[in-house]
């Protein structure tokens, strides 16, 4: 039990489909985040919320759209995506926005695109 | 823009055998964090080093925070088949945004 609940475990989609992956937490934490971890790469971090405002946005296509309607949750919304978005999308939250503030990781939600 | 490059990218060790994984910043660090991600599941916080030339211990894991800032270390003792896994390091530099290591994945042969 992670404290940070990712839905769906597992997608596969076309690249004309329209989905949305959750992420809930129960830590009562106030930043979340999601990041996007491909095979041989580092962690690449996508988006973060503090306080349910945008933070952090690294340069991620548009095609990948957050959403933090309040601070236990947190959606991305795919549309039109590419093959090479195909990896594990990682939830994780924290006390806190930066400094000495541990993440704590959802299972993550593995994305196939075909 | 700044990198966290770890190495080795993967190690295979006989159960019993020491592990080494070195962090190495392109900048000067705030802190820095280490994580534990096992085969199929995520990343775990292992622990966080603030000062510089900082050691900690967790039982045969110890863990080493450069004079400079820009390096760090893990160090496992006499290996166990449950240290299997995908080690991170993530940096703090600047902003509030942690930059993870590229990883290092180890694997013990019993």
């Known amino acids: 039990e992670t404290g940070v609940t990712q839905t769906p475990r597992h997608l596969v989609m076309g690249m004309t489909n329209k989905k949305s992956l959750k992420c809930e937490q129960h830590?009562?934490?106030?930043?979340m985040y999601w990041y996007k971890q491909s095979a041989k790469k580092p962690l690449e971090l996508m988006f973060v919320?503090?306080?349910?405002?945008?933070?952090e946005n690294n340069s991620v296509p548009s095609r990948f759209s957050p959403e933090c309607p309040n601070s236990s949750h947190l959606f991305l919304h795919l549309h039109t995506l590419q093959p090479e978005d195909s990896a594990l999308y990682l939830c994780a939250s924290s006390q806190g926005y930066g400094g000495n503030q541990p993440q704590h990781f959802g299972d993550g939600t593995r994305l196939s695109i075909l | 823009g700044q990198q966290v490059m770890q190495i080795p990218q993967y190690q295979h060790v006989q159960e019993g055998e020491d592990f080494t994984t070195y962090c190495n910043s392109s900048t000067t660090l705030s802190n820095i964090q280490w994580y534990k991600q096992r085969p199929g599941g995520h990343p775990v916080f292992l622990i966080q080093l603030v000062k510089s030339g900082e050691v900690k211990k967790q039982k045969r894991l110890t863990f080493q925070f450069g004079e400079a800032k820009k390096n760090s270390s893990l160090h496992i003792t006499a290996t166990q088949t449950t240290d299997v896994g995908t080690y991170f390091c993530a940096g703090l530099s600047g902003t509030y945004k942690y930059i993870f290591g590229t990883g290092t994945r180890l694997k013990v042969l019993a």
């Open positions: 919320y503090s306080l349910e405002e945008r933070v």
């Open positions: 830590l009562g934490h106030n930043a």
